[in-house]
Each structure stands twice: as C-alpha cells, then as structure tokens.
C-alpha cells in the first residue's frame, strides 16, 4: 500500500486528469508547501497550469463519523482476537454474531480486562439462545451490559449458511440513528479546517484557484450523495468565491470514482455533469 503522501497524490491526480479532459486543460501537480512549511499550515500542493501557478489544493478523508479509523483500530484491537478464542467451542448447531455500537470504544481503558469479561459473558448466554428463525425470536438474540464492560453488548445465534461457519463466531459493529449528524460534523471540521488555509493561499496571487478534494473509502456507509447533502449544508456559511472547486474521489472501489460537488458557481446538486468518472 502507498504511503500516505503518495496516496494523497494519486487522489490529487486522479482529480486533474478528470479536470484536463473535462477542460482540455494541462493542469499538473507541483510542489507540496506543507512539507517545506513548518511554521505555519500550509496547503497541500500546488497545481500548475504548464510554467504558470493555477491554483491550489487540499486533500481530506472524510470519515463516515468522526474518528472512524481510530474506532475501527479499537474494535479490532479489542474484539477481534475473539474470533479465534471461540472458534470450535461454541454450541452447536448455530453461527454467533457479536456487535457493539459503533463509536463508544473511544477512551476504554484495560482492553484486555474487558475483552475477557465479554469472553466469559458469550461462554455463559450462548447455550441458552435459540438458532434465529420466525419462529425463535427474539430468542436468538440477548443484549446487556456486562460489569466491568462500559458498553452494551449484543449476541446472536444464527442458522450456519454453511458448515464451515458452525460454531464460529463473528464480530461486527451497528450504527445508530444519528449516523447523518456525526457526518456532517465531520464535514464541518473539514470544511472549517481546509477553507481558511485554500483562501489564504488563493489570495497571494490575482485569479488563483482553490480545489477541496474530499475522499472516502467508506463504501458501507457512504455514498456520494450523503457527502455532497453534507457538504452543501456547510458550504452555504462560506463565501462562494472561497472554494472554486469541490470533488470526492471513492477509493473504496477499483477503479476510483470521482464526483463533481462544486464547479465554480455550480454546486451540488444542480451539476449536469457531476459524475460518476472513473480513474
């Protein structure tokens, strides 16, 4: 896998070679500021239009909630040896479903002690579920909170869809109602981050442009039409002129996906041709 500046650069390129052919322009990636720039922020790169400055952008992954990633490392860390230190010891016939809501691993303290009082909880409630079927709910599932556990946690038993997964166990996370509202904050504290530090650079020169390059690799729970509602809800409290364009790149997919969400004046989603593009 490409580091992360690579990454970044391969998105910030796929990103102009959908502007050249759109265009017909010769846009190209340049220096990056914010590795020379260490006393102050600085944006992410440079784009050239052949010998001349064009413009400038700035990259950001847009979670589906905030600290996505540092919550799906929690929740491995946490449950995923799980998966191993049931596998073959569970009652059979039936294929086990633990969850726990996503998000609420942030701060746990003693991972290991809380790892194994969900372990002794499974040992305990498993024998006593019922193999999922109309007829058998809800007495296929049982959802409690565990002492010494901060959170609630939920097991299931279903029916194996095959004999490899009798006995087994799997770990998976469920997103609550207010999935909506945890993305736009997290489009907010992009916008509010990336914006000031595009305006700056755009204003030391006469006719500079700004690129936002919003990416998501979430392919579960995003989608293009969930960030661009987003994002237009937030960009209405800047200036029009602040950002001249906007585009999300989906990395969750090969190949990569890119959007149009803001064209100049135009903005989603009264852009004909905002997508999909493929890179």
């Known amino acids: 896998m490409l580091d992360k500046k690579l990454h970044e650069k391969a998105v910030v390129e796929a990103v102009l070679s959908i502007f050249n052919k759109k265009n017909s322009s010769v846009l190209s990636l340049g220096i990056s500021p914010d590795q020379n720039e260490r006393k102050q922020k600085a944006v992410d790169f440079v784009i050239n239009e052949g010998k001349d400055i064009f413009g400038f952008a700035e990259h950001t992954l847009i979670e589906s909630y905030p600290d996505q990633l540092q919550d ?3 929740f491995l860390k946490l449950l995923g040896p799980l998966e191993a230190r049931f596998s073959g010891k569970l009652p059979l016939p039936g294929h086990y479903q633990l969850s726990i809501e996503i998000g609420i691993l942030k701060g746990a303290k003693n991972i290991d002690r809380i790892r194994d009082k969900i372990e002794s909880w499974v040992y305990a409630k498993a024998p006593s579920l019922a193999v999922g079927s109309p007829q058998t709910a809800p007495r296929h599932c049982v959802s409690e909170m565990v002492q010494d556990v901060p959170f609630k946690i939920t097991l299931c038993r279903w029916e194996p869809l095959s004999p490899a997964r009798d006995g087994k166990l799997s770990i998976s996370r469920f997103m609550t109602n207010d999935l909506e509202n945890k993305r736009q904050d997290r489009i907010k504290k992009a ?3 990336k914006c000031p530090k595009l ?8 006719g500079f442009k700004s690129v936002l ?4 690799n979430d392919l579960a729970l995003a989608n293009f039409s969930f960030i661009g509602n987003a994002f237009i809800k937030e960009i209405i409290n800047y200036d029009n002129e602040v950002l001249d364009f ?3 790149v989906e990395t969750g997919i090969s190949p990569w996906v890119v959007w149009i969400l803001k064209d100049g004046l135009r903005n989603f989603p009264n852009i004909s041709d905002m997508g999909p593009y493929y890179v």
């Open 72 to 74: 799906g490392q929690n």
């Open 191 to 193: 916008i509010n981050k």
């Open 199 to 206: 305006l700056v650079a755009k204003n030391q020169g006469n």
């Open 213 to 216: 390059i919003l990416e998501s």
């Open 246 to 248: 906007v585009y999300l």
